[in-house]
Protein backbone atom coordinates (compact mmCIF):
# COMPACT_ATOMS: atom_id res chain seq x y z
CA UNK A 1 0.00 0.00 0.00
CA UNK A 2 3.00 2.36 0.66
CA UNK A 3 4.33 1.76 -3.04
CA UNK A 4 0.83 2.77 -4.39
CA UNK A 5 0.59 5.85 -2.45
CA UNK A 6 3.92 6.61 -3.89
CA UNK A 7 3.02 5.93 -7.29
CA UNK A 8 0.20 8.47 -6.53
CA UNK A 9 2.48 10.68 -5.04
CA UNK A 10 4.31 11.11 -7.89
CA UNK A 11 1.40 11.24 -10.44
CA UNK A 12 0.79 14.51 -8.28
CA UNK A 13 3.90 15.83 -9.15
CA UNK A 14 3.95 15.14 -12.72
CA UNK A 15 0.78 17.17 -13.09
CA UNK A 16 -1.58 14.87 -12.46
CA UNK A 17 -3.57 16.98 -9.84
CA UNK A 18 -6.55 16.64 -8.33
CA UNK A 19 -7.65 14.14 -11.33
CA UNK A 20 -5.21 11.46 -9.96
CA UNK A 21 -6.18 11.99 -6.68
CA UNK A 22 -9.98 11.66 -7.38
CA UNK A 23 -9.39 7.82 -8.42
CA UNK A 24 -7.22 7.15 -5.57
CA UNK A 25 -10.61 8.31 -3.73
CA UNK A 26 -12.09 6.04 -6.37
CA UNK A 27 -9.79 3.00 -5.86
CA UNK A 28 -11.80 1.53 -1.93
CA UNK A 29 -15.24 3.78 -3.11
CA UNK A 30 -18.48 2.11 -4.83
CA UNK A 31 -17.96 2.10 -7.87
CA UNK A 32 -20.41 3.50 -10.74
CA UNK A 33 -22.15 -0.21 -11.52
CA UNK A 34 -25.55 0.43 -10.86
CA UNK A 35 -26.88 -3.20 -11.19
CA UNK A 36 -25.20 -6.47 -10.32
CA UNK A 37 -23.85 -7.97 -14.04
CA UNK A 38 -21.75 -10.84 -14.87
CA UNK A 39 -18.75 -9.89 -16.94
CA UNK A 40 -16.59 -12.34 -19.48
CA UNK A 41 -12.94 -11.40 -18.93
CA UNK A 42 -11.12 -12.48 -21.70
CA UNK A 43 -7.75 -13.74 -22.22
CA UNK A 44 -4.74 -11.15 -22.68
CA UNK A 45 -3.19 -8.37 -20.81
CA UNK A 46 -3.86 -6.07 -17.58
CA UNK A 47 -4.76 -3.37 -19.90
CA UNK A 48 -7.43 -5.56 -21.68
CA UNK A 49 -8.63 -6.84 -18.43
CA UNK A 50 -9.16 -3.32 -17.16
CA UNK A 51 -10.76 -2.15 -20.25
CA UNK A 52 -13.19 -5.02 -20.21
CA UNK A 53 -14.22 -3.73 -16.82
CA UNK A 54 -14.21 -0.18 -18.03
CA UNK A 55 -16.27 -1.28 -20.76
CA UNK A 56 -18.97 -2.94 -18.55
CA UNK A 57 -19.21 -0.02 -16.42
CA UNK A 58 -17.37 -1.67 -13.31
CA UNK A 59 -15.36 0.90 -13.68
CA UNK A 60 -15.38 4.48 -13.92
CA UNK A 61 -13.86 5.11 -18.05
CA UNK A 62 -11.13 7.21 -18.59
CA UNK A 63 -7.03 7.85 -18.33
CA UNK A 64 -6.18 7.88 -15.04
CA UNK A 65 -8.65 5.30 -13.74
CA UNK A 66 -6.83 3.21 -16.21
CA UNK A 67 -3.48 4.10 -14.75
CA UNK A 68 -4.65 3.85 -11.26
CA UNK A 69 -6.25 0.17 -11.82
CA UNK A 70 -3.04 -0.89 -13.60
CA UNK A 71 -0.45 0.69 -10.53
CA UNK A 72 -2.95 -1.30 -8.93
CA UNK A 73 -2.69 -4.40 -10.50
CA UNK A 74 1.17 -4.34 -10.60
CA UNK A 75 1.87 -3.27 -6.65
CA UNK A 76 -0.46 -6.18 -5.70
CA UNK A 77 0.87 -9.05 -7.68
CA UNK A 78 1.35 -11.01 -4.68
CA UNK A 79 -2.01 -11.57 -4.42
CA UNK A 80 -2.42 -13.52 -7.31
CA UNK A 81 -2.62 -13.58 -11.15
CA UNK A 82 -6.10 -12.53 -12.64
CA UNK A 83 -8.04 -15.06 -14.03
CA UNK A 84 -10.00 -15.06 -17.78
CA UNK A 85 -13.36 -16.25 -16.81
CA UNK A 86 -16.87 -14.99 -16.62
CA UNK A 87 -17.40 -13.57 -13.31
CA UNK A 88 -20.05 -12.02 -11.20
CA UNK A 89 -19.84 -8.38 -10.34
CA UNK A 90 -22.11 -6.85 -7.34
CA UNK A 91 -23.90 -3.08 -7.73
CA UNK A 92 -21.04 -0.66 -7.31
CA UNK A 93 -18.24 -3.10 -6.30
CA UNK A 94 -15.02 -1.05 -5.81
CA UNK A 95 -11.77 -1.05 -7.80
CA UNK A 96 -10.24 -2.88 -4.78
CA UNK A 97 -13.07 -5.38 -4.50
CA UNK A 98 -13.16 -5.95 -8.26
CA UNK A 99 -9.55 -7.04 -8.39
CA UNK A 100 -10.35 -9.41 -5.92
CA UNK A 101 -13.44 -11.32 -7.62
CA UNK A 102 -10.79 -11.64 -10.74
CA UNK A 103 -8.24 -13.50 -8.83
CA UNK A 104 -10.37 -15.09 -6.37
CA UNK A 105 -13.96 -15.38 -7.06
CA UNK A 106 -15.51 -18.89 -8.52
CA UNK A 107 -16.41 -18.38 -12.19
CA UNK A 108 -20.31 -18.08 -13.04
CA UNK A 109 -22.54 -21.12 -13.16
CA UNK A 110 -25.20 -21.20 -15.54
CA UNK A 111 -28.03 -24.01 -14.32
CA UNK A 112 -30.15 -26.50 -16.47
CA UNK A 113 -33.13 -28.31 -15.07
CA UNK A 114 -33.62 -31.59 -16.91
CA UNK A 115 -37.05 -32.69 -15.20
CA UNK A 116 -38.13 -35.85 -14.82
CA UNK A 117 -39.91 -38.07 -17.32
CA UNK A 118 -38.83 -36.70 -20.84
CA UNK A 119 -37.59 -38.47 -23.60
CA UNK A 120 -34.57 -39.00 -25.44
CA UNK A 121 -35.46 -35.95 -28.23
CA UNK A 122 -37.05 -33.87 -25.22
CA UNK A 123 -33.70 -33.68 -23.34
CA UNK A 124 -32.10 -32.80 -26.69
CA UNK A 125 -33.80 -30.04 -27.22
CA UNK A 126 -33.69 -28.47 -23.87
CA UNK A 127 -29.91 -28.88 -24.25
CA UNK A 128 -29.80 -27.03 -27.67
CA UNK A 129 -32.06 -24.11 -26.32
CA UNK A 130 -30.10 -23.62 -23.82
CA UNK A 131 -27.65 -20.41 -23.08
CA UNK A 132 -23.94 -20.61 -23.34
CA UNK A 133 -23.17 -23.87 -24.71
CA UNK A 134 -21.16 -24.43 -27.51
CA UNK A 135 -21.74 -27.26 -30.41
CA UNK A 136 -24.60 -29.04 -31.31
CA UNK A 137 -26.60 -31.02 -28.38
CA UNK A 138 -25.92 -35.35 -29.05
CA UNK A 139 -29.39 -37.31 -28.85
CA UNK A 140 -28.68 -39.42 -25.93
CA UNK A 141 -29.52 -43.11 -25.75
CA UNK A 142 -33.22 -43.44 -24.03
CA UNK A 143 -33.14 -43.56 -20.62
CA UNK A 144 -29.37 -42.74 -20.25
CA UNK A 145 -29.53 -39.28 -18.39
CA UNK A 146 -30.13 -38.17 -14.96
CA UNK A 147 -33.05 -35.47 -14.48
CA UNK A 148 -31.86 -33.09 -12.22
CA UNK A 149 -29.78 -29.38 -12.12
CA UNK A 150 -26.68 -29.02 -13.70
CA UNK A 151 -24.64 -26.12 -13.14
CA UNK A 152 -22.23 -24.93 -16.11
CA UNK A 153 -19.40 -22.51 -17.33
CA UNK A 154 -20.09 -20.34 -20.44
CA UNK A 155 -18.87 -21.74 -23.57
CA UNK A 156 -19.05 -25.55 -22.32
CA UNK A 157 -19.89 -28.13 -25.27
CA UNK A 158 -23.09 -29.66 -24.83
CA UNK A 159 -21.31 -33.11 -25.76
CA UNK A 160 -19.61 -32.69 -22.28
CA UNK A 161 -22.36 -31.46 -20.45
CA UNK A 162 -24.67 -34.42 -22.32
CA UNK A 163 -21.67 -36.52 -20.86
CA UNK A 164 -22.03 -35.47 -17.51
CA UNK A 165 -26.22 -36.37 -17.47
CA UNK A 166 -25.50 -40.10 -18.60
CA UNK A 167 -22.47 -40.52 -15.80
CA UNK A 168 -24.40 -39.15 -12.85
CA UNK A 169 -27.32 -41.65 -14.04
CA UNK A 170 -24.70 -44.67 -14.60
CA UNK A 171 -23.90 -43.62 -10.56
CA UNK A 172 -27.26 -43.35 -9.60
CA UNK A 173 -28.22 -46.60 -11.26
CA UNK A 174 -25.23 -48.13 -9.78
CA UNK A 175 -25.82 -47.33 -5.86
CA UNK A 176 -29.60 -47.99 -6.32
CA UNK A 177 -29.15 -51.45 -7.74
CA UNK A 178 -26.21 -52.26 -4.95
CA UNK A 179 -29.05 -51.62 -2.19
CA UNK A 180 -32.12 -52.89 -4.25
CA UNK A 181 -34.62 -55.85 -3.32
CA UNK A 182 -33.29 -58.30 -5.89
CA UNK A 183 -36.81 -60.08 -7.62
CA UNK A 184 -36.36 -62.10 -10.91
CA UNK A 185 -38.45 -59.98 -12.38
CA UNK A 186 -35.60 -57.06 -12.90
CA UNK A 187 -32.22 -59.13 -13.53
CA UNK A 188 -29.94 -55.85 -14.65
CA UNK A 189 -29.70 -52.79 -14.62
CA UNK A 190 -31.29 -51.69 -17.50
CA UNK A 191 -34.47 -53.69 -16.87
CA UNK A 192 -34.29 -51.76 -13.72
CA UNK A 193 -34.32 -48.30 -15.85
CA UNK A 194 -36.41 -49.98 -18.52
CA UNK A 195 -39.82 -50.11 -15.34
CA UNK A 196 -38.56 -47.36 -13.82
CA UNK A 197 -39.39 -45.38 -17.14
CA UNK A 198 -42.72 -46.80 -16.57
CA UNK A 199 -43.48 -46.10 -13.66
CA UNK A 200 -42.36 -42.19 -13.89
CA UNK A 201 -44.62 -41.84 -16.59
CA UNK A 202 -47.72 -43.43 -14.90
CA UNK A 203 -47.92 -41.35 -11.89
CA UNK A 204 -46.02 -38.23 -10.55
CA UNK A 205 -47.14 -38.82 -7.26
CA UNK A 206 -43.97 -40.34 -5.24
CA UNK A 207 -45.75 -42.16 -2.97
CA UNK A 208 -47.43 -44.09 -5.11
CA UNK A 209 -44.96 -45.24 -7.09
CA UNK A 210 -43.70 -48.03 -4.95
CA UNK A 211 -47.59 -49.30 -5.69
CA UNK A 212 -47.34 -48.71 -9.11
CA UNK A 213 -44.25 -50.63 -9.52
CA UNK A 214 -45.49 -53.83 -7.61
CA UNK A 215 -48.75 -53.79 -10.11
CA UNK A 216 -45.57 -54.26 -12.94
CA UNK A 217 -43.62 -56.51 -11.18
CA UNK A 218 -46.84 -58.59 -10.04
CA UNK A 219 -48.22 -58.59 -13.73
CA UNK A 220 -44.90 -59.79 -15.20
CA UNK A 221 -44.93 -63.04 -12.38
CA UNK A 222 -47.86 -63.72 -13.42
CA UNK A 223 -47.39 -63.62 -17.77
CA UNK A 224 -50.00 -60.66 -17.75
CA UNK A 225 -49.43 -58.21 -20.17
CA UNK A 226 -48.49 -55.02 -18.24
CA UNK A 227 -51.33 -52.60 -20.51
CA UNK A 228 -49.66 -49.50 -20.05
CA UNK A 229 -50.51 -46.41 -22.40
CA UNK A 230 -47.15 -44.18 -21.86
CA UNK A 231 -45.90 -47.59 -23.92
CA UNK A 232 -48.76 -47.49 -26.59
CA UNK A 233 -47.77 -43.58 -26.70
CA UNK A 234 -43.85 -44.08 -27.34
CA UNK A 235 -44.82 -47.01 -30.00
CA UNK A 236 -46.93 -43.73 -31.42
CA UNK A 237 -43.89 -40.90 -31.35
CA UNK A 238 -41.11 -42.74 -31.02
CA UNK A 239 -40.34 -40.32 -27.76
CA UNK A 240 -40.74 -37.39 -30.32
CA UNK A 241 -43.61 -34.18 -29.59
CA UNK A 242 -46.14 -35.67 -27.16
CA UNK A 243 -49.39 -37.36 -28.71
CA UNK A 244 -51.12 -34.23 -28.21
CA UNK A 245 -54.76 -36.56 -28.10
CA UNK A 246 -55.73 -39.17 -26.37
CA UNK A 247 -55.03 -42.39 -27.22
CA UNK A 248 -57.82 -44.79 -29.54
CA UNK A 249 -58.85 -48.24 -30.04
CA UNK A 250 -57.12 -48.05 -32.91
CA UNK A 251 -53.97 -46.80 -31.39
CA UNK A 252 -54.07 -49.93 -29.01
CA UNK A 253 -53.24 -52.19 -31.67
CA UNK A 254 -50.49 -50.83 -33.32
CA UNK A 255 -47.60 -53.32 -33.82
CA UNK A 256 -44.80 -52.14 -32.14
CA UNK A 257 -42.38 -54.32 -29.26
CA UNK A 258 -43.14 -50.91 -27.12
CA UNK A 259 -46.92 -51.31 -27.31
CA UNK A 260 -47.07 -53.46 -24.08
CA UNK A 261 -51.01 -54.22 -24.85
CA UNK A 262 -49.83 -56.54 -27.61
CA UNK A 263 -46.91 -57.92 -26.39
CA UNK A 264 -46.06 -59.31 -22.86
CA UNK A 265 -43.26 -57.91 -20.42
CA UNK A 266 -41.38 -55.16 -20.76
CA UNK A 267 -40.65 -53.00 -23.72
CA UNK A 268 -37.14 -53.56 -25.15
CA UNK A 269 -35.70 -50.07 -23.58
CA UNK A 270 -36.68 -47.15 -21.35
CA UNK A 271 -39.58 -44.65 -22.55
CA UNK A 272 -38.04 -41.64 -20.40
CA UNK A 273 -35.46 -40.95 -18.19
CA UNK A 274 -36.77 -41.74 -14.63
CA UNK A 275 -36.01 -40.05 -11.70
CA UNK A 276 -34.74 -40.73 -8.32
CA UNK A 277 -38.17 -41.33 -6.93
CA UNK A 278 -39.29 -43.84 -9.87
CA UNK A 279 -35.83 -45.69 -9.69
CA UNK A 280 -36.18 -46.30 -5.98
CA UNK A 281 -39.50 -47.65 -6.02
CA UNK A 282 -38.81 -50.41 -8.85
CA UNK A 283 -35.88 -51.24 -6.80
CA UNK A 284 -37.94 -51.27 -3.42
CA UNK A 285 -41.67 -52.15 -4.54
CA UNK A 286 -44.16 -52.24 -2.15
CA UNK A 287 -46.09 -55.20 -1.07
CA UNK A 288 -48.96 -56.52 -2.05
CA UNK A 289 -51.00 -58.35 -4.62
CA UNK A 290 -52.36 -55.39 -6.67
CA UNK A 291 -52.69 -56.34 -10.68
CA UNK A 292 -54.38 -53.06 -11.95
CA UNK A 293 -54.94 -49.15 -10.45
CA UNK A 294 -57.01 -46.44 -12.47
CA UNK A 295 -56.78 -43.01 -12.10
CA UNK A 296 -59.10 -41.71 -8.98
CA UNK A 297 -60.23 -38.08 -10.39
CA UNK A 298 -58.18 -36.88 -7.65
CA UNK A 299 -54.49 -36.70 -9.21
CA UNK A 300 -53.72 -40.53 -7.93
CA UNK A 301 -54.93 -43.84 -8.33
CA UNK A 302 -57.02 -46.69 -7.11
CA UNK A 303 -55.21 -49.86 -6.76
CA UNK A 304 -57.14 -53.38 -7.16
CA UNK A 305 -55.99 -57.11 -7.11
CA UNK A 306 -59.06 -58.81 -9.00
CA UNK A 307 -60.80 -57.16 -12.26
CA UNK A 308 -64.05 -56.71 -10.19
CA UNK A 309 -62.18 -55.07 -8.00
CA UNK A 310 -60.69 -52.86 -10.36
CA UNK A 311 -63.85 -52.85 -12.62
CA UNK A 312 -65.50 -50.39 -9.57
CA UNK A 313 -62.73 -48.38 -9.61
CA UNK A 314 -63.19 -47.39 -13.09
CA UNK A 315 -66.96 -46.70 -12.66
CA UNK A 316 -66.11 -44.33 -9.82
CA UNK A 317 -63.84 -42.87 -11.71
CA UNK A 318 -66.50 -42.30 -14.61
CA UNK A 319 -68.64 -41.43 -12.33
CA UNK A 320 -66.80 -38.65 -10.94
CA UNK A 321 -65.75 -37.22 -14.60
CA UNK A 322 -69.24 -36.69 -15.82
CA UNK A 323 -70.04 -35.41 -12.22
CA UNK A 324 -67.37 -32.81 -12.98
CA UNK A 325 -68.26 -32.30 -16.80
CA UNK A 326 -72.20 -31.60 -15.32
CA UNK A 327 -71.14 -29.02 -13.05
CA UNK A 328 -68.51 -27.44 -15.13
CA UNK A 329 -69.99 -24.18 -16.57
CA UNK A 330 -70.66 -24.45 -20.18
CA UNK A 331 -69.71 -21.90 -22.65
Excluded at 109 to 118: A, D, F, N, R, V
Excluded at 157 to 169: D, H, I, N, P
Excluded at 232 to 253: F, M
Amino acid sequence: MRRLLSVLFLLLLMGAGGTAFKAWLDYKNPGPLAHETDVVIPHGDYLSTIHTLQQAGVLQSGYWTERLCLAAVLLTRKDGQLHAAELHFPAFVSMQDALHIIRHAHPVLHKLTIPEGLTAYQIQALLQAAPFLEDDAPLPAEGSVMPETYGYLRNTSRKALVERTQAAMTKAVQAIWNKRTPVPEIPDEQTLVTLASLVEKETALPAERPLVARVFLNRLQQGMKLQTDPTVIYALTNGTPPLGRALTHTDLQVSSPYNTYMVTGLPPGPICSPGLSSLEAVAHPATGDMLYFVANGQGGHSFAASLTEHNKNVQVFRQKKQADHASTPQQ
